[in-house]
């Protein structure tokens, strides 16, 4: 059996304290990465390219003109 003494067991709870606000905060920053790129794809979907009003369907043509 293994007995912890005081000093020891204080010095874990400090780390242990630590790393979890770390790992808040890490969280916390990853989200708000992930924010940031939703709206900069929902940004990009919404605009429609300039000019262009109906989209274009792929060509699956085997031999494509050169319009």
Not at 12 to 17: G, S
Not at 44 to 56: C, K, L, M
Request: hydrophobic share 35%.
């Amino acid at each position: 059996m293994t007995v912890i003494s005081r000093g020891k067991a204080e010095k874990q709870a400090a780390r242990a304290a630590r790393l979890a606000a770390a790992l808040r905060e890490n969280l916390k920053r990853r989200k708000a990465q992930a924010r940031s790129r939703a709206q900069d794809r929902s940004a990009d979907v919404a605009a429609p390219p300039a000019g262009d009003t109906a989209p274009q369907a792929p060509d699956f043509r085997r031999n494509r003109s050169r319009d």
